[in-house]
């Protein structure tokens, strides 16, 4: 793993979909930061989302990509959620070492009523439910499953609550997603995404600073008085969410800014390691073989329901790849 200590003169151009572990000694931090473009792009180009649904699986993808490239095993990182908002479900698998893919479910209704009436904020789109975060490390592995409540607040809040539950990790995140519109050589418009994010969190190696970020167990009888518990921050965990609460959306997806000068611009005095960036690449793991797998599971009756105008189709929810079948090829 390369190491580059940022300074001025020592920063890299500007790369897209590539994620940057990165860590503060000084501050006992690291973190992962990201700025997603073609990928996110063709995501969302296949399905022609309405813009509000668009910009809430893009915060989706970019903190599913952050979490995802921590995995340390080959696997399957699965974010998902199931509300009761306009945008009823959104699912992104991240697969290591580098393929992400994402869909929304919505309802059409209900998002134009939201659009119409200006309430399209991703918390307003989400509305309650939960939010799941699957670990799949293949067949011969238990799959390990967080849960964590949507309640209306935003999806950096709810990380920053799932690494507080069940990873006992206190973490910033920070999401944020924009859209250019552009024009090719021979005028016509262009769309693209940006999405970027950074995820920091403090990871101290000094026992008495462990013992600092230890959180009550949750096994308190119901109604007890905890106000006493609360833990004040140690003051190097205070500057970096001090800190990373400084940037602005803007900055996230600024493609002349980029994440490099981004953690230089954040933590210079400090003193900034990053190391070599992670590829993310748009990579759906369907195929005809696996869908075919599939049918073969089905039951006779099943497989004769599936049947229309002689031919079984079969769509991918995620690439939108179709897929027919002569019946008599599945026996």
């Not at 580098?98 to 939201?114: G, L, N, T």
Request: with cysteine; charged share 30%; aromatic share 6%.
């Amino acid at each position: 793993m390369t190491e580059l200590n940022v300074a001025e003169g020592e920063l890299t151009p500007v790369q897209l979909d590539e994620v940057v572990p990165f860590n503060i000694d000084a501050l006992d931090a690291r973190g992962r930061a990201v700025l997603l473009g073609p990928s996110l792009t063709t995501i969302l180009g296949r399905h022609d989302y309405p813009e509000p649904v668009a910009r809430l699986l893009g915060e989706m993808t970019v903190l599913t990509v952050l979490l995802g490239t921590s995995l340390k095993f080959s696997g399957k990182l699965i974010v998902q959620t199931q509300t009761d908002g306009p945008v009823s479900l959104l699912v992104v698998d991240f697969v290591s070492p580098d393929a992400i893919r994402a869909y929304a479910r919505f309802d059409a209704e209900r998002v134009d009523a939201a659009i119409e009436a200006g309430n399209t904020l991703p918390t307003e789109m989400l509305g309650k439910g939960m939010l799941a975060l699957t670990i799949d490390q293949g067949k011969y592995m238990s799959r390990y499953q967080g849960m964590v409540q949507l309640d209306g607040s935003s999806l950096e809040e709810i990380a920053r609550n799932y690494f507080k539950q069940s990873e006992q990790i206190p973490t910033e995140v920070r999401l944020a997603v924009g859209k250019l519109i552009t024009r090719d050589d021979e005028g016509n418009q262009q769309l693209t995404w940006r999405a970027g994010g950074l995820l920091a969190q403090f990871l101290p190696e000094s026992e008495d600073r462990v013992r600092q970020r230890d959180l009550h167990p949750g096994d308190a009888p119901e109604g007890a008085d905890l106000s006493d518990q609360e833990i004040n921050d140690d003051d190097a965990w205070a500057e970096v969410k001090a800190l990373v609460g400084t940037i602005d959306d803007s900055e996230l997806i600024d493609d002349n800014l980029g994440v490099h000068k981004l953690l230089f611009r954040l933590f210079h005095e400090r003193g900034v390691r990053v190391f070599d960036g992670h590829p993310v690449v748009d990579k759906c793991s369907c195929s005809r073989e696996k869908v075919e797998g599939l049918l073969r599971s089905f039951t006779t009756e099943q497989r004769e329901e599936a049947v229309e105008d002689g031919k079984i189709s079969i769509n991918c929810e995620f690439c939108s790849t179709h897929y027919e079948f002569d019946p008599s090829e599945i026996k």
